[in-house]
């Protein structure tokens, strides 16, 4: 049987590390039920072997590798297993899907960029802001958490790929510190928690944390 994409439905492997963005991949792999393979990579020698560097040339984690096709990178990652499973509800109906990409991208790409700077103590000149692509730190945070001021989901009603990958986004934020918690990011933050598949996601990848992570996590891990 061929989904959407046109991919038989065969092998999929999923590269990770418990302490990375890994464990997004994983949450939406649990959602899809997928049947997958997981091969767990330590920092360092391993992700910078050659095999490794041959699926993804930044040597990074997570990648998936299915039907032959490599994906990288989360947000590519959630939206390309939410069509690839289309059974789980998770890709966007058409009147999400304005919503959707608009919050993927803006995820992966400003939010990214805001908050790492942040992370690192990197502050963008305010004469420079609109040379960068977020701008600066504080429009950015106050976009990213108005999302949710007149919706529950990111897209709007519906749970879709779009709150496991900006939803972790906004969850790592508030758990650290750079986001400031209210009560409804802590309500949608719980909803997601709360779910089986982020519970079985999370079990696993806990399961998997001895001898796993550096003493200092990468920042781009």
């Given at each position: ?55 993804n040339p930044m040597m990074k984690v997570p990648a998936i590798v299915h039907g032959g096709k490599t994906v990288t990178e989360c947000g590519a990652i959630c939206a390309y297993l939410a069509e690839a499973f ?68 990111i897209c709007g009603d519906r749970f879709t790929a779009a709150d496991i990958y900006v939803g972790s986004q906004i969850a ?50």
């Amino acid at each position: 049987m061929e989904n959407p994409l046109g991919i038989m439905m065969t092998k999929l492997t999923f590269y990770t590390n418990p302490m990375s963005r890994g464990r997004i991949a994983r949450w939406m792999l649990e959602e899809t039920g997928a049947d997958y393979e997981t091969v767990l990579l330590h920092y360092g020698p391993e992700m910078q072997s050659d095999d490794y560097k041959a699926i993804n040339p930044m040597m990074k984690v997570p990648a998936i590798v299915h039907g032959g096709k490599t994906v990288t990178e989360c947000g590519a990652i959630c939206a390309y297993l939410a069509e690839a499973f289309p059974d789980a509800g998770l890709a966007p109906l058409p009147e999400e899907r304005a919503d959707y990409y608009r919050w993927m991208f803006f995820a992966a790409g400003p939010w990214e960029q805001a908050s790492t700077n942040r992370a690192m103590g990197f502050n963008v000149p305010s004469e420079h802001s609109g040379m960068a692509g977020y701008g600066d730190f504080e429009r950015t945070l106050a976009t990213l958490t108005s999302i949710l001021d007149d919706r529950p989901h990111i897209c709007g009603d519906r749970f879709t790929a779009a709150d496991i990958y900006v939803g972790s986004q906004i969850a790592w934020g508030v758990q650290f510190g750079t986001i400031p918690t209210t009560p409804r990011l802590t309500n949608y933050i719980s909803r997601g928690m709360a779910r089986p598949a982020f519970q079985r996601a999370t079990e696993k990848d806990d399961a998997e944390m001895d001898g796993y992570g550096p003493e200092t996590p990468p920042a781009n891990a």
